[in-house]
């Protein structure tokens, strides 16, 4: 009997509290469970940074790859003879594939109204060159923007061949300067031209500078009579700084230049044609309708800096509009 409550005693001993090896307690209550996890936050992902705004050039491309629609126009009056007017409008689509890459088209339009003084000559308008090309902007460390582009304009244009309308010929060269000499490809209706560029941005608290390259190759496809020079080579630069002033607008402005690096044989007939250089400034509104789909409208004034365009007294107006999707 004292054996046995001896062992008793032993037995409660060990499962004593006291020890640390008391008996598993109870499950919680399911609901303060539940309340107790409710209680605690849910971490939130951090909202990705909103990128800078960009300041659209009005003649350079942009650096960045995306689905636009745009309509681009210049009117351009001249004193020579009396003086005379042209107006050459582009039209523009590209289309967003993947991220950072964009195909593009763009076709224009010129009409020319010569000086009334002008022997022989009527007004007359002409389909440009159409280009096909490609816009690649690669992501780069922030707040730079690098645009890569390459771009073949088709010989389709009116005013080709060795048999050319004298009216629509006329347009063609009076369409050039009206573009600042930066769309050579598009009203050289004659060649094929293979043309790549590149450009190059700083985009951060609402300033905009950029800089651009492009090298054109023209290589005859028809209208030998016409065009003697079997080849071309023709190189465009400019720069382009723009400004927020408030989130719906924006100021820019911009230098071009283009120079033949071979002697065609107008330059050959004439020096000053080698080389041309203008400058442009404007304003630009920004609207947006959503999330995906803004309209950015602006007007911009361009000057010659040198001749031949600075001798002719040329004055040109662009009216710019491009949808964003």
């Known amino acids: 009997m004292r054996f046995r409550t001896a062992c008793r005693a032993a037995v409660a001993c060990c499962l004593s509290p006291t020890l640390g090896y008391a008996q598993p307690s109870a499950a919680p209550d399911t609901n303060e469970a539940a ?27 942009p650096v960045s790859a995306g ?17 005379g007017s042209t107006i ?13 890459l964009a195909p593009l088209a763009r076709i224009g339009v010129v009409e020319n109204s010569p000086p009334n003084t002008a022997a022989g000559l009527s007004s007359a308008t002409g389909l440009l060159n159409p280009v096909v090309g490609l816009t690649y902007a690669p ?11 390459l771009a073949v304009a088709a010989p389709v244009g009116a005013g080709g061949g060795n048999s050319p309308s004298t009216d629509t010929r006329a347009a063609l060269s009076a369409g050039i300067p009206a573009r600042s000499a930066m769309d050579n490809a598009m009203f050289a209706v004659n060649y094929l031209t293979v043309f790549p560029g590149v450009g190059f941005a700083y ?26 020079d079997a080849a071309r080579t023709n190189f465009t630069a400019g720069l382009h700084v723009g400004y927020y002033v408030i989130p719906e607008l924006s100021l820019g402005a911009e230098l071009r230049h283009q120079r033949w690096l071979s002697t065609p044989t107008f330059v050959q007939q004439n020096a000053a044609a080698r080389d041309t ?36 007294d ?3 107006v662009q009216l710019d509009l491009p949808l964003a999707f």
Request: proline share 8%; net charge positive; glycine share 6%.
């Open 35 to 61: 309340q107790a996890t409710a209680t605690v936050p849910t971490p939130m992902a951090p909202a990705a940074a909103k990128p800078a705004p960009y300041s659209l050039p009005w003649q350079l491309r």
């Open 67 to 83: 689905t636009a629609l745009r309509w681009d126009t210049t009117y351009a009056h001249y004193n020579v003879n009396g003086g």
């Open 88 to 100: 050459a409008s582009m039209l523009l689509f590209s289309y967003k594939i993947a991220d950072g």
């Open 139 to 149: 992501r780069i460390p922030q707040p730079w923007r690098l645009g890569l582009f």
């Open 203 to 228: 985009v951060d608290h609402g300033l905009t500078m950029q800089a651009e390259v492009t090298l054109l190759r023209l290589m005859r496809a028809r209208g030998d009579q016409v065009d003697r």
């Open 277 to 312: 250089s203008t400058v442009a400034v404007g304003a630009r509104l920004h609207v947006k309708f959503t999330d995906a789909l803004s309209f950015h409208p602006g007007v911009a004034v361009a000057l010659p800096l040198d001749d031949p365009m600075k001798r002719a």
């Open 314 to 316: 040329y004055r040109i």
